[in-house]
């Protein structure tokens, strides 16, 4: 089996208005498919930075790619997606007003995807430190997920694939041994943020297993690094199958858990209409209570949250039938899907924030509670308030939890209006801490 790669990326400067930010560097995730892949970023200091473009500016981008619907499916089956820009004003990243195989060559992937979607060149490394690959810029599917909706929110990012081996996923210590590799990679690469797509039951790991990840949160918290996970794809129960239980890492504590819905937006402007918990029936928002991990301080009054920690803490768009489009080789286009692709979504509004607040924000999930418990709350985030996490597995129903007002365990706080939530982290985060975990 091939390898699988991390991808880092740096992003520039999107819509924010002000002074010129200092760049800052972003991950983009560990994700589980057919076979792992994992997406990590990391910047370099002396990269020059970029000047942002007003909210509701076109930038450099082209302002005609927003107006139209895109079909993801074959040719004789319509699949509409959303375009990056849709994605851009459904989650606030710019104005409404806004005009707007399973491995691949992931340059020419990108280098079409910005061509389609009027997105700047994206600036693109490779690291084969960790797996020793001979064809550097072969990429699975699910690190070309993550790296274009990363590019989508920042579209200036400096791109840096750094492959890891391809048995990541299979058995819990190789998967334990792929995040941490993830996670020191991005310490040692200065990364303001981590995304990791992939996930495996709590009840699959051992005590030292659980220890050695926990050590490296630990680590990347203590170096401001954000780390941000998605809680999986297969409802309440894991996805490699019952009990009901979640996921490390998006369990941990120190982990922005992110869980998946499925988004209503305007097709020609992208403005947004709505979200529920996303849900196919076999596949669903991973969400529940870590059987592991207590509750940390952060969650500490939330409703429905008991002596444990709740996951997810956040959500986004993870429906194949409402996906933003993505690009593969020979320019087809694919939907984006599973909570690989809210995932990538989130650590990039992190990312912006940090590029806000001109310094990496590390944990950031006490500022994001206490903005989500506060008055700017439905102003930040858009609650998803339907739905549920109930999923077969593989004929048999377990039974979920249901969305509802404020954070559940099925779509956490909900989704970003980065517009809003992003200057609200940049300025209430304190860079690196970890109390309150």
């Known amino acids: 089996m091939p390898v699988k790669s991390i991808v880092r990326l740096m992003p520039h400067a ?32 002396s990269a020059a930075p970029a000047r942002p473009a007003r909210p509701g500016t076109a930038g450099s981008a082209d302002t005609t790619a927003v107006n139209h619907a895109v079909s993801c499916g074959p040719p004789d089956y319509f699949i509409q997606c959303y375009t990056p820009g849709q994605y851009q004003v459904a989650y606030g990243v710019a104005l409404a007003n806004r005009p707007g195989p399973n491995f691949t060559d992931i340059r020419k992937d990108l280098a079409a995807f910005d061509k389609k979607f009027g997105l700047p060149a994206a600036e693109l490394k490779v690291t084969t430190t960790l797996a020793g690959a001979s064809a550097p810029y072969i990429a699975g599917t699910e690190e070309v997920e993550d790296t274009e909706i990363a590019h989508a929110i920042a579209p200036g990012a400096a791109l840096d694939v750094v492959l890891v081996p391809a048995n990541a ?9 792929a995040v941490t590799g993830v996670i020191h990679a991005a310490i040692t690469q200065r990364a303001a943020v981590v ?104 969650q500490d009054g939330v409703a429905r949250v008991g002596r444990m920690r709740g996951v997810p803490d956040v959500a986004a768009d993870a429906d194949s039938s409402t996906a933003m489009a993505l690009t593969f080789s020979g320019g087809v286009l694919f939907p984006a899907r599973g ?58 129903l377990f039974t979920g939890y249901t969305a509802g007002p404020g954070w559940d365990p099925v779509t956490g706080w909900g989704s970003p209006n ?15 801490g970890i109390a309150h975990s």
């Open 169 to 177: 996923t299979t058995s819990a210590a190789n998967f334990a041994a």
């Open 195 to 298: 995304s990791i797509s992939g996930s495996m039951g709590e009840r699959f790991f051992t005590p030292a297993e659980v220890a050695r990840i926990r050590a490296a949160l630990q680590q990347a918290a203590g170096r401001h690094v954000t780390v941000v996970a998605s809680s999986g794809d297969t409802g309440v129960i894991s996805d490699n199958g019952p009990p009901k239980q979640v996921s490390p890492p998006a369990a941990d504590p120190l982990v922005l858990g992110a869980g998946g819905t499925a988004l209503n937006a305007i097709i020609f402007t992208g403005a947004y209409h709505g979200e529920m918990a996303w849900n196919a029936d076999t596949a669903a928002s991973a969400g529940g209570y870590s059987s592991l991990f207590r509750r940390p301080a952060y």
């Open 339 to 396: 909570t690989s692709a809210a995932t990538p979504l989130w650590a990039a509004v992190i990312a912006l924030a940090d590029q806000e607040a001109g310094q990496h924000l590390g944990f950031v999930n006490p500022a994001v509670y206490a903005i989500a418990r506060g008055p700017a709350y439905h102003r930040a985030f858009h609650d998803v308030i339907t739905g549920d996490n109930s999923v077969f597995w593989p004929t048999r």
């Open 14 to 45: 999107v819509t924010w208005p002000g002074p010129t930010p200092r760049r800052q560097s972003l991950a983009a995730g560990l994700a589980a498919a057919a076979a792992v892949v994992a997406c990590l970023a990391a910047g370099s200091a």
């Open 418 to 432: 980065a517009q809003v939530l992003v200057p609200l982290l940049a300025h209430k985060t304190h860079p690196g």
